[in-house]
């Protein structure tokens, strides 16, 4: 495999653009590569820009659960074009996009569309904190929300991957607002809850965390939230924008029984264009302007290109046994880079829900940002050059998932763990057992 046209674009890319990617997570930095260009992408195969093809398990990093292009997404598109590309009045599009969410999504009454995951964050903690007239918020360690000041505190995904605490241009006096604490410990919730939940605006948390790997609540997790916050009168916020439509069609709200009172939408939702959403119970919801005299506004929100790629995807979503599908590929491909892994005699510990998983090159249970941290990844970075090599493309970073979708065949998923077996007996070789080596 050659990679001179990608590396050529990146050369040139750098000159124009910081570290030549408009996104910090397409830095393949940690992996020790440069990022491949890509050309196109058809269902699960991505083609770069010197036409090597891989099996892609990022799928632009969660929306593309129905593979690339997929013909009744592209129709949706096509179709939309030709009537216009953005109007500033609204769509019929709109009213159909919420609606459907509305009905998808079980907590929400009400549902305001945005570009992006960041802004549905951002504008919900907006919300939250004028509904309750408070400052203050907790999130938890190695979770992701986007990058809007508030939020950028202790957080997950480039973060994690490039080892950024925080972000310098963040004011003080706007972190100090924000409380991180370690994910699944309902214990340290408990203390600061006791200590200062009468101020907390929201506790915002990723009901499955996947922005530091993957990472599963515990039990009581998400229910001692729930209880907390209405002991104190804070707001839970479910950010939803990777689990939302991935883990079933109401996301993880559905799958754990929990309704939170605000939830962040995005990536699935606009079904490979830029669209975010928040949502919650009417009379939170009533609090927006024009309505209410909380304001957030944006010039391309509902654009009818990204309500007609969303709505597709969405009602792709509907078909039976969709889920189910996603389930058998993903645990049939669980199950073979597990027995690689052992077969190679290396390490990993492998969390997954549904379509979203991630191995960690460690010999302990992942359950919180601290013990994601203590990954070999030295080791990932290999894996990942060997994988690529052999056609699979995986996240440049241990922290982050492996996302599956419908268009992944039989053949993809048996070709990733033939290249595994072979990329972790590398690795085996290089490391010997590489989590052992760290402790
Ligand atoms: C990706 C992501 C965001 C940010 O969405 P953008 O569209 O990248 O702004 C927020 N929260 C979670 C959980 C995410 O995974």
Not at 131 to 157: N, P
Not at 220 to 238: A, N, T, V, W
Not at 302 to 308: D, E, I, K, T, V
Request: overall charge negative; proline content about 5%; some cysteine.
């Amino acid at each position: 495999m050659k990679w001179d046209l990608s590396k050529k674009l990146y050369e040139e890319a750098c000159q124009f653009i910081p570290g030549g990617v408009n996104s910090p997570v397409r830095s393949g930095r940690a992996v020790g590569v440069s990022p491949i260009f890509a050309r196109t992408a058809k269902g699960s195969h991505l083609v770069d820009a010197d036409g090597n093809q891989y099996v892609d398990y990022v799928g632009s990093w969660g929306p593309m659960i129905v593979g690339h292009a997929h013909p009744k997404v592209v129709a949706a598109v096509r179709g939309a074009a030709l009537n216009g590309t953005s109007y500033g009045v609204p769509t019929e599009l709109e009213v159909a996009m919420a609606r459907k969410v509305v009905a998808m999504v079980p907590s929400l009454d009400m549902v305001r569309m945005v570009n992006s995951g960041t802004e549905a964050t951002m504008s919900a903690i907006r919300l939250a904190r004028a509904y309750t007239g408070r400052k203050q918020l907790i999130k938890f360690d190695g979770c992701y929300h986007g990058h809007g000041d508030s939020l950028l505190v202790k957080a997950g995904s480039g973060l994690a991957t490039l080892g950024i605490p925080g972000s310098p241009g963040v004011p003080e006096e706007l972190a100090q607002y924000t409380l991180s604490l370690p994910y699944n410990d309902l214990e340290a919730v408990m203390e600061v809850m006791g200590r200062v939940g009468e101020a907390v605006a929201a506790i915002i948390v990723e009901p499955v965390a996947a922005n530091m790997g993957v990472v599963l609540p515990k039990a009581e997790f998400l229910p001692g939230l729930r209880k907390l916050c209405d002991q104190y009168g804070s707001l839970l916020i479910f950010d939803e924008v990777i689990t939302g439509f991935r883990l079933a069609r109401g996301g993880a709200q559905e799958v754990f029984g929990l309704l939170p009172d605000l939830t962040c939408l995005g990536k699935i939702i606009g079904g490979g264009l830029p669209v975010g959403a928040y949502g919650g119970k009417r009379d939170i919801m009533m609090r927006m302007a024009p309505l209410g005299d909380v304001y957030q506004a944006g010039t391309l929100s509902g654009n009818p290109l990204a309500m007609s790629a969303g709505l597709a995807t969405l009602e792709l979503l509907e078909q039976d046994g969709f889920y189910e599908t996603l389930e058998e590929k993903a645990a049939y491909l669980a199950k073979g880079l597990t027995q690689a892994a052992a077969a190679a005699g290396v390490e990993v510990a492998l969390n997954r829900m549904g379509s979203i998983g991630c191995g960690f090159f460690t010999a302990e249970p992942v359950s919180d940002f601290a013990s994601a941290l203590k990954s070999d990844t030295q080791a990932y970075a290999l894996f990942f050059q060997e994988m690529l090599k052999r056609g699979i493309y995986l996240a440049p970073s241990q922290f982050e998932a492996f996302f599956i979708s419908t268009a992944h065949e039989q053949d993809d998923l048996d070709r990733t763990v033939e290249a595994a077996t072979e990329a972790l007996q590398q690795i085996k070789e290089k490391f010997g057992a590489p989590s052992r080596k760290k402790r």
